[in-house]
T-cell receptor
């Protein structure tokens, strides 16, 4: 089983819609969780870290469910500029916790 | 700060040729890593380093070598290029404590092996 799994999508949503992505991870000892955003043919960039209590940054809300081993990303009031691939990232307990495992990404297309 | 820089941006190699992808960072990050990204496969870790003089293998290390003689530089060497190494390569760096710090990526090198 892959360590981090995501629905690849694509998710096609109209502007203004709310969309949610989930991601599951297999290693119960994982401690660090992130969402990265990757635009077409560009490098990934950090969107937000995911804290145990959940956290919000403007239109974006991230939540962690340790019992079920999944994290989620909610985007409210979608903008055209939100179109991108969203990568779920979890640290590995191998290699003293240094390595980050990336999901394959969920593609979002926001349409006018 | 320039952040993480990679050269070249594009490269075409013939099977069997060798080359070095360059990566440098100016943020004094201890941890540096190389990933490859292929369609449908996501980002896969090739090699990583937790400091100068210390390197280790990631998920897909075969066919690649690395060294870390300075904090700033982390070159990736392809020993004998194969078509299966056609990919986009990203270098990344961050501070060592993964829980608290963002990982920064370079702009990528697009490699084609014919």
């Amino acid at each position: 089983r892959k360590e981090v799994e995501q629905d690849p999508g694509p998710f096609n949503v109209p502007e203004g819609a709310t969309v949610a992505f989930n991601c599951t991870y297999s290693n119960s000892a994982s401690q660090s969780f992130f969402w990265y955003r990757q635009d077409c043919r560009k490098e990934p960039k950090l969107l937000m870290s995911v804290y145990s209590s959940g956290n919000e940054d403007g239109r974006f809300t991230a939540q962690l469910n340790r019992a079920s081993q999944y994290i989620s990303l909610l985007i409210r009031d979608s903008k055209l500029s939100d179109s991108a691939t969203y990568l779920c990232v979890v640290n590995s307990n191998k290699d003293s916790g240094y390595a980050l495992n990336f999901g394959k990404g969920t593609s979002l297309l926001v349409t006018p | 700060n320039a952040g993480v820089t990679q050269t070249p941006k594009f490269q075409v190699l013939k099977t069997g040729q060798s080359m070095t992808l360059q990566c440098a960072q100016d943020m004094n990050h201890e941890y540096m890593s190389w990933y490859r990204q292929d369609p449908g496969m996501g980002l896969r870790l090739i090699h990583y380093s937790v400091g100068a003089g210390i390197t280790d293998q990631g998920e897909v290390p075969n066919g690649y070598n690395v060294s870390r003689s300075t904090t700033e530089d982390f070159p990736l060497r392809l020993l004998s290029a194969a078509p299966s190494q056609t990919s986009v390569y990203f270098c990344a760096s961050r501070y060592r404590q993964v829980q608290f710090y963002e990982q920064y990526f370079g702009p990528g090198t697009r490699l084609t092996v014919t």
